[in-house]
């Protein structure tokens, strides 16, 4: 994974609670997003790390997500929690940016150097895969898009 960043350097957006810039900042969980104006407002949103996959379900980028309980889980970037509506796909396993070689469905993580399909279950030695396509490639700034859960 890229490194993300970076204490106290703005990240562009403004707080929607109180209009101060947002800020990257360090936790006990790695790098968060808060808010400049911190004690006094405590808004906090956690950074996006894609996967270079996209969503079966939706077509969105895939993103490292983790449970309250630290576990780190994949899920569809356009999850909102306040919205039951919005895409709900996630996955334990990483997801791999290369389609399966036989169905062109998600690939996923299996182990001793093998991806499995999460759609047709075939195996497929990782050394077997093509290279990532290009715009699969993960770049190592923070994108501006924000998905809204606490950190802890
Ligand atoms: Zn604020
Ligand atoms: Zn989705
Ligand atoms: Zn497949």
Known sequence: MPEVILGNNPTGEICEKC??????????????????????????????????????????????RRTRRGRVFYGCAAYDPED????????????????????????????????????????FPKDTLPPPPKSSIVDDKPKPAIVYLPVE
Do not use: M
């Not at 997003?33 to 079966?56: D, E, V």
């Not at 396993?93 to 999460?118: D, F, N, R």
């Open 84 to 123: 039951e509506a919005a895409c709900q796909f996630s996955l334990w396993k990483q997801p791999l940016p290369q389609p399966c070689p036989a169905c062109g469905g998600l690939l996923v993580e299996a182990k001793s150097e093998q991806a499995q399909c999460h759609e047709c279950e075939q195996i």
């Open 19 to 64: 209009g101060e810039p947002l800020i990257f900042k360090y936790g006990r969980n790695g790098p968060f997003i808060g808010c400049s104006n911190y004690p006094a407002c405590r808004n906090t949103k956690s950074i996006l790390k894609f996967t270079g996959a996209k969503c079966p379900a939706c077509g969105s980028d895939l993103v490292e």
